[in-house]
């Protein structure tokens, strides 16, 4: 498909949060980010890239209880899918309101935004981002459409989810949510260039301004807290981070 211009909603000046205003869309579950870049009105475009193979067909043959319990067990069980990573989903009805979150995305190839209406004009946009690696959204009722391009299918996220936090994270690897995906600490990520790297403290996934709680545009060496209070740090564009404290 044709690359098509976006306004990245959620994008911030460094450390400043001064980017395009987005509109609130109000909270309806945990999550957020912002769009990366140096500029004030950077624009967050569509991707043109063609979607990976989804698993989409059945197994033959039914497997006994003990079965499932070892693939789980071994982490092979297959993830719920909610909804397709390619379309357009009217809320309430092709998806419900909740928090869902996308894998596996390379190269900001994937797409996604939150719409107020189905007019396809800009000021219809709440929030938008490109995506390498994961993405976490919250998608409110008061949303009328949820677009998505590009990107791998999107699972609905358990708030009372549990994991096992890294204590090493890609640095291009998009949102871990705090607690579950990343442990809190201090991070560091070296050998930085050109202020590519952009990280993100945030408290919800509604990826308004308001839910940013800290980021910054790095080059060199990068060093931050992620605190325990926080609900996801993101990171792009960035080398590797190692918790050292």
């Known amino acids: 498909m044709g ?9 911030v000046v460094s450390v400043v949060v001064i980017g395009a205003v987005s509109a609130n869309a109000g909270d309806d579950g945990d999550s957020g980010s912002g ?22 067909g059945t197994k033959s043959g039914t497997k006994s209880g003990a079965d499932t319990k070892k693939d789980a ?5 297959e993830k719920k899918v909610a909804f397709q990573g390619d379309g357009d989903f009217e809320v309430g009805t092709d998806v419900k309101p909740g928090t869902y979150r996308t894998t596996g995305n390379t190269d900001s190839l994937c797409y996604w935004e939150r719409a107020k209406d189905a007019s396809g004009e800009m000021d219809s946009i709440l929030a938008n981002d490109n995506v390498s690696g994961t993405s976490y959204v919250t998608i409110p009722a008061g949303d009328k459409l949820f677009k998505s391009s590009g990107c791998k299918d999107w699972e609905a996220v358990d708030a009372k989810a549990t994991g096992t ?5 890609k640095g291009d690897g998009g949102m871990h949510r705090v607690g ?14 050109d202020d590519l790297c952009y990280w993100e403290r945030s408290k919800d996934a ?18 931050v807290t992620v605190a325990a209070g926080d609900a996801y740090f993101k990171t792009t564009g960035c080398k590797d981070w ?3 404290g």
């Not at 936090?165 to 994270?169: R, S, T, Y």
Request: glycine content about 14%; charged content about 20%; cysteine-free.
């Open 3 to 11: 690359a098509k211009g976006k306004i990245a909603l959620g994008v």
């Open 73 to 77: 067990k071994a982490g092979k069980a």
């Open 165 to 169: 936090p890294a204590a090493l994270v």
């Open 242 to 244: 190692k918790k050292t």
């Open 180 to 193: 579950v995906d990343i442990a809190p600490g201090t991070y560091r990520s070296t050998g930085n260039t």
């Open 206 to 223: 509604s990826h308004s301004l308001e839910s940013i709680l800290a980021n910054n545009n790095v080059s060199g060496t990068a060093v």
């Open 35 to 56: 769009g990366k870049g140096k500029d004030s009105a950077a624009s967050a475009e569509r991707g043109s890239g063609t979607k990976s193979d989804t698993k989409s």
